[in-house]
């Protein structure tokens, strides 16, 4: 017989808040640096600066510590503003959306969050898929969103959008993302994120965008 998962503890105060933020972050440091199946509550307890009591009175487990960093950061990346107003050009939103949003993934820290991520998806599943689809799957989403209005008013001839938002996001990951997430590579620079995010865009639109006589 499965336990019934507990719900969450409510806390209020400033007090309660502070120090919540103070396990957290101390958490997050611990699981960056050691993973999930290295870090312990000790340890975890010890890089927060608080007792193992206190720690058990904010999360019940190792698990659910973890689950809260995974939902800041996907909370954090969904605060990332892309401007997909339909009524800017195609070019310069393509533009700016993907460097933008490489910057983002390649930002210190990014790598070790999803690094992570990964690693523990296959055995809680649940933190994996809501880490996608809070991040990955609602970007997707919005772009394609972006280019179905271009694809009304004639701009471009796409006839699957979602399909087509990804592969732009996966060609301006190329030779960027990889090599940084697996630490064979620093952070791009700016320079080189804009001329990838430049290929990108001119293949995607010599694909999709509507050839006019």
Do not use: W
């Amino acid at each position: 017989m499965v336990a019934a998962k507990p719900p969450p503890l409510q806390l209020v105060g400033d007090e309660d808040s502070s120090k919540r933020r103070q396990i957290v972050d101390g958490a997050r440091k611990v699981f960056m640096d050691l993973g999930f199946d290295g870090a312990s509550m000790g340890e975890i307890a010890r890089s927060a600066g608080v007792s193992k009591g206190t720690l058990y009175v904010y999360f019940a487990d190792k698990s659910r510590l973890f689950e809260a960093i995974v939902e800041e950061e996907s909370l954090e990346q969904g605060k990332m503003a892309f401007n997909f107003d339909p009524e800017r050009d195609v070019t310069a939103t393509l533009m700016d959306f993907g460097q933008a949003y490489i910057q983002l993934l390649c930002r210190p820290g990014g790598g070790s969050a999803i690094r992570t991520v990964m690693a523990i998806a296959e055995r809680m599943p649940e933190v994996g898929r809501r880490f996608y689809n809070n991040v990955v799957a609602l970007t997707i989403a919005k772009l394609a969103a972006y280019l179905e209005a271009h694809v009304r008013s004639g701009d471009l001839d796409i006839e699957d959008c979602p399909l087509a938002a990804t592969q732009f996001m996966q060609m301006c990951q190329a030779s960027l993302f990889m090599p940084f997430v697996f630490q064979a590579a620093p952070a791009p620079s700016v320079e080189r994120i804009a001329e990838v995010v430049g290929s990108a865009t001119r293949m995607f639109l010599a694909a999709y965008r509507v050839k006019r006589d």
